[in-house]
């Protein structure tokens, strides 16, 4: 009886020596698959710190051609104000007598017929023929 004691337990051994050996590779299995989570953690943090930068970097050059933006307007603005001051200017003399008796006079030097001169001053044909004649 003894002999199959010793036979008995020598098997529960063997068994139970086999089931550590089967936990200890299931164990490094799960060790290195944890291994790879955590590289791969690793590598997906990288990444959103990267992300972070660059959305970072977006935000800054947005930032300062929103200033761009905004100065560019403001110098069109002062430009136009500019322009319409010119350009009232030249309205004002554009309408002067003096300046459409040159018009009339220089039209009629070259040649062209009081007619078409009045209708591009906006005279009337008698006003450019009183105005050559005057000359």
Do not use: W
Request: with cysteine; charged share 30%.
């Amino acid at each position: 009886m003894s002999d199959i004691l010793l036979i008995l337990f020598t098997l529960s051994e063997i068994v139970l020596l086999s089931i550590v050996v089967l936990f200890f590779l299931r164990l490094r299995k799960s060790e290195t698959l944890l291994s790879a989570l955590q590289a791969k953690q690793e590598e997906f943090i990288k990444r959103l710190q990267f992300n972070t930068q660059l959305e970072n970097e977006l935000v800054a050059t947005f930032e300062q051609r929103q200033r761009e933006l905004v100065q560019l307007n403001e110098d069109v603005e002062k430009r136009s104000k500019e322009l319409k001051k010119l350009v009232d200017l030249a309205n004002d003399y554009c309408k002067s007598p003096q300046f459409m008796r040159e018009i009339i006079l220089n039209g009629h030097r070259a040649g062209k017929p009081a007619s078409k001169m009045a209708q591009s001053t906006g005279l009337s044909l008698e006003e450019v023929e009183l105005i050559i004649d005057q000359a």
